[in-house]
Structure formats: C-alpha cells, structure tokens
C-alpha cells in the first residue's frame, strides 16, 4: 500500500503529465492546422503564401509570357478559392477538438490555476487570430 505523500505526489506528476501533453497536443494541433491552412510563417518548403508568389517564382524561373501569366493568375486564383473553401470546413472542426482538449485541462487543473490558464488561453487565441489575419 502507498503512503499517503508518495500516493499524492504521484497524482501532481500525472497531473503534471497530462497539462504538459495536453498543452502540446494544442501546439501540434495549431501547427498542423497553419500547415492546411497555409496561415503560419512561411517555410522553406512552403515559401508561397499568396497567388501572386507562386506567379512571381514561375515567371522568375520560366519566364512566362503575358498571355502564360494571364492563363496562370487565374488557375492560381481558382485554386487558391478553393484553398480557401478547404480551410473553412476544417476549423470548425479545429475549434471544436480546442475546445473539447481545453476543457479537460481546465478538469485538471486546480481553481488558483484556472486564471493562469485563461489567460494563456487568450494569449495563444490572440496570437493564433494575428497569424490568421496575416495570411489574408
């Protein structure tokens, strides 16, 4: 049988353990969501973020003619509205597992600890709406 201080500190560790996972499986999510949405900072596998970038790399390199430029801005703009019809059927979805993976943390979590938590929630939901409006 436990002691009654091991059996406590047992339960802060796996407390412990399941606020750090769950803070980063809402990383991991957030990351693999600006992937999708190609609404994170620009990568080197993934330098465009824009219709025009990916036309000013084309003509840089194929030196496109004006009626290839002309043809191409469309397909780019068409596909990118698409990009875009992508993106809102997935973050309602996003939104919902957040706040589901939330509201267990905030389970966990003792009540001087929940204000920290907001705060850190409204902190990582400001930053998330900034990278969001960014990519527009």
């Not at 009626?67 to 801005?73: C, E, F, N, P, V």
């Not at 068409?78 to 905030?106: A, L, S």
């Amino acid at each position: 049988m436990e002691t009654k201080p091991a059996s406590q500190t047992k339960a802060r560790v796996i407390i412990l353990a399941v606020f750090v996972l769950g803070l980063a499986a809402g990383a991991l999510s957030t990351n693999l969501y600006q992937r999708l949405t190609n609404s994170g900072p620009a990568r080197a596998d993934r330098p465009h973020g824009k219709p025009t970038d990916v036309l000013d790399k084309l003509n840089n390199r194929l030196n496109l003619s004006s009626d290839q430029q002309a043809s191409i801005r469309e397909i780019l703009q068409g596909t990118f509205n698409q990009y875009d019809g992508i993106k809102k059927d997935i973050e309602p979805r996003m939104d919902v597992v957040r706040q589901q993976g939330r509201q267990r943390i905030r389970e966990v979590l003792k009540p001087d600890q929940l204000p920290k938590y907001e705060e850190m929630v409204r902190e990582h939901d400001a930053e998330r709406e900034k990278v969001k409006n960014e990519g527009k």
